[in-house]
């Protein structure tokens, strides 16, 4: 049997351990420039007792989340769901969502953009804001200008409410 070849077909992309960023608690596993732009992923840790991410949304790409290990409740609209290892939750485009882990573990998961949005500057900057004890004001601000709409006086914030 033969198969069609295409020549003008772009070659594989192949990333190892040793050649993955990371900034605070995410490494940008195949960020969206390096895949072609259809998708970014990202792996990530929250701490329980600690905000993950606060009610946000997203105008330019669509936001996955799947559970390597741990415990991470996710928020969509104003349903908070707990997820574990294996579980996914998919938030839609301008869809506001939040996530903490809960339990006594931190809790490890995949994000999944889509497309491949250039989320490595929010990142980057998300770090070193936290890092220096910038004002939330600061980092909404920040986060605006990457594609991110912070809405901390969401109904459903914090959870539990």
């Known amino acids: 049997m033969s198969f069609p070849t295409t020549p003008d077909a772009e070659p594989g992309v192949y990333r190892f351990r040793d050649d ?11 960020p969206g420039d390096v895949v072609g732009g259809g ?34 409740a996710v928020m969509s609209g ?5 997820l574990g290892s294996g579980d996914l939750a998919h ?9 903490e882990a809960v339990g006594d573990e931190i809790a490890r ?17 998300l770090a070193e804001c936290l890092e220096r004890g910038a004002p939330a ?8 200008e990457c594609d991110q709409v912070n809405l901390r006086d969401w109904p459903a914030w914090p959870r539990g409410s």
């Open 20 to 30: 993955v960023e990371t900034a605070g608690p995410a490494r940008f596993i195949a």
């Open 91 to 99: 938030v839609p485009v301008n869809g506001v969502h939040a996530f």
């Open 137 to 144: 004001e600061e980092i909404d601000a920040m986060a605006a």
């Open 78 to 82: 104003e349903t908070w769901q707990v």
């Open 39 to 72: 998708f970014g992923l990202f792996e990530s840790a929250a701490a329980p007792g600690r905000i993950g991410a606060v009610p946000h949304y997203h105008q330019g790409f669509s936001e996955s989340f799947w559970v390597i290990s741990g415990r991470l």
């Open 109 to 125: 998961f995949l994000i999944l953009f889509v497309p491949g949005a250039p989320r490595e500057e929010y990142f980057r900057r």
